[in-house]
């Protein structure tokens, strides 16, 4: 399996479930945002596990570069070209290519809402144009089972409609289906309400992977909408650690706890939720990782399809931040602060369709993200 963006936050925790569950993994990082030593400590990891058990083990490779250069993707891909047979006549039928790599999941993307908005242009020439790029470069090599990192933030405003949020409510193509109310809904193709450039580029990405593959029907590709992932490997050696300052809740959290930054900013209180702040669906990043896992293994069909990732339950910010300060025993200082740009009140999934079709659903709750990060 090809993993882009492997060293970060999510994908250094989906290459270790990756390498657990026995796939052979290469990484793809341009080390922008994460460091080597998250590579080493993958391998330490992986060398550890399989030390317990008898049988393969398997490999881990790293190769720094950045997804967009085509020149260091093509040799990458060439490295694991499977060599094939001939053709009569190679002019009139050229032979495809193909590769040992089975599968490719994609996490390089920039991710950071507030960036997007002051500088939208570095995040549609990184997620758009990079992915048109890869994906034709994986197609010349056959190379068509394809997982990509979406975004809850694609639903826009339609999240504050105050419950739990279908893949519907997104869709790519027209789509006719039984609401919760038991009511016949018709969602046109599109979404409304996107409220920042980073929640667009993961809409325009998705339109992109459902044309490609309508175009060719030979594509598998699966998209997953993560909401709001936390905690970390329960071993603690594995965490959040970004080169850039993170803007996402439960690194500053950290921050504020062991001294590095003075006070928690809370980002308006006066959204229509229970205690006025902000809520979203939590979901332990482990639970994620293994989201990905089950998208390369249950799924049997063809196309383009999506699915939520998330537990179906929203919590609040005083909520997390009670949470910190239980499992940590330290209190957390906070201060009221205005709402930022292109934030929504509520968050939260309806993951039904990921537990019913990939058979997957998560395990873990806020109080063990929670204790898992603070380990970390």
Same mark, same amino acid.
């Given at each position: 399996?090809?993993?882009?963006?492997?060293?970060?936050?999510?994908?250094?925790?989906?290459?270790?479930?990756?390498?657990?569950?026995?796939?052979?993994?290469?990484?793809?990082?341009?080390?922008?945002?994460?460091?080597?030593?998250?590579?080493?400590?993958?391998?330490?990891?992986?060398?550890?596990?399989?030390?317990?058990?008898?049988?393969?083990?398997?490999?881990?490779?790293?190769?720094?570069?950045?997804?967009?250069?085509?020149?260091?993707?093509?040799?990458?891909?060439?490295?694991? $070209?499977?060599?094939?047979?001939?053709?009569?006549?190679?002019?009139?039928?050229?032979?495809? =290519?193909?590769?040992?790599?089975? +599968?490719?999941?994609?996490?390089?993307?920039? %991710?950071?809402?507030? $960036?997007?908005?002051?500088? !939208?242009?570095?995040?549609?020439?990184?997620?758009?144009?990079?992915?048109?790029?890869?994906?034709?470069?994986? +197609?010349?090599? +056959?190379?068509?089972?394809?997982?990509?990192?979406?975004?809850?933030?694609?639903?826009?405003?339609?999240?504050?409609?105050?419950? !739990?949020?279908?893949?519907?409510?997104?869709?790519?193509?027209?789509?006719?289906?039984?609401?919760?109310?038991?009511?016949?809904?018709?969602?046109?193709?599109?979404?409304?309400?996107?409220?920042?450039?980073?929640? &667009?580029? %993961?809409?325009?990405?998705?339109?992109?992977?459902?044309?490609?593959?309508?175009?060719?029907?030979?594509?598998?590709?699966?998209?997953? =909408?993560?909401?709001?992932?936390?905690?970390?490997?329960?071993?603690?050696?594995?965490?959040?650690?970004? &080169?850039?300052?993170?803007?996402?809740?439960? !690194?500053?959290?950290?921050?504020?706890?062991?001294?590095?930054?003075?006070?928690?900013?809370?980002? +308006?209180?006066?959204?229509?939720?229970? #205690?006025?702040?902000?809520?979203? #669906?939590?979901?332990?990043?482990?639970?994620?990782? &293994?989201?990905?896992?089950?998208?390369?293994?249950?799924?049997?069909?063809?196309?383009? %399809?999506?699915?939520?990732?998330?537990?179906?339950?929203?919590?609040?910010?005083?909520?997390?931040?009670?949470?910190?300060?239980?499992?940590?025993?330290?209190?957390?200082?906070?201060?009221?602060?205005?709402?930022?740009?292109?934030?929504?009140?509520?968050?939260?999934?309806?993951?039904? =369709?990921?537990?019913?079709?990939?058979?997957? =659903?998560?395990?873990?709750?806020?109080?063990?993200?929670?204790?898992?990060?603070?380990?970390?």
């Amino acid at each position: 399996i090809l993993v882009v963006g492997g060293l970060g936050f999510i994908g250094s925790h989906t290459c270790w479930e990756l390498a657990k569950a026995g796939y052979n993994v290469i990484i793809i990082d341009n080390l922008s945002n994460a460091f080597n030593s998250v590579f080493d400590r993958l391998e330490a990891m992986v060398a550890g596990h399989y030390q317990k058990l008898s049988g393969h083990r398997p490999s881990l490779k790293f190769f720094k570069a950045d997804y967009r250069d085509k020149k260091a993707m093509t040799a990458v891909l060439e490295a694991y $070209e499977s060599p094939l047979g001939f053709a009569l006549d190679p002019v009139e039928s050229p032979i495809p =290519r193909r590769s040992k790599i089975t +599968g490719v999941i994609h996490f390089a993307a920039h %991710k950071a809402v507030g $960036e997007s908005i002051k500088q !939208p242009l570095k995040y549609y020439a990184n997620n758009v144009s990079g992915l048109i790029d890869f994906c034709s470069l994986l +197609g010349d090599f +056959g190379v068509k089972n394809f997982v990509f990192s979406s975004s809850a933030t694609v639903y826009g405003t339609v999240a504050d409609i105050g419950v !739990p949020l279908r893949e519907e409510y997104c869709s790519q193509d027209r789509t006719v289906f039984v609401d919760d109310d038991g009511k016949q809904k018709v969602q046109q193709s599109g979404c409304s309400g996107l409220t920042n450039p980073y929640g &667009r580029t %993961k809409w325009m990405c998705e339109a992109i992977l459902n044309d490609l593959a309508h175009a060719d029907p030979e594509w598998k590709i699966t998209a997953l =909408r993560y909401f709001n992932p936390i905690g970390c490997d329960e071993s603690g050696l594995l965490g959040e650690d970004p &080169r850039d300052a993170a803007t996402n809740l439960m !690194p500053i959290v950290l921050r504020v706890i062991t001294g590095r930054q003075h006070i928690l900013n809370i980002y +308006g209180d006066d959204y229509d939720t229970k #205690d006025g702040t902000a809520v979203r #669906d939590y979901i332990h990043v482990t639970d994620l990782a &293994r989201g990905h896992l089950a998208a390369l293994k249950s799924r049997t069909d063809k196309g383009f %399809k999506v699915y939520n990732l998330g537990t179906g339950t929203g919590h609040s910010v005083l909520e997390v931040v009670a949470a910190m300060e239980k499992v940590s025993n330290r209190k957390i200082p906070t201060q009221l602060v205005g709402r930022r740009d292109g934030d929504v009140g509520m968050c939260v999934a309806k993951p039904s =369709r990921a537990q019913e079709e990939l058979g997957w =659903r998560t395990e873990k709750s806020l109080e063990t993200c929670c204790r898992d990060v603070w380990r970390f």
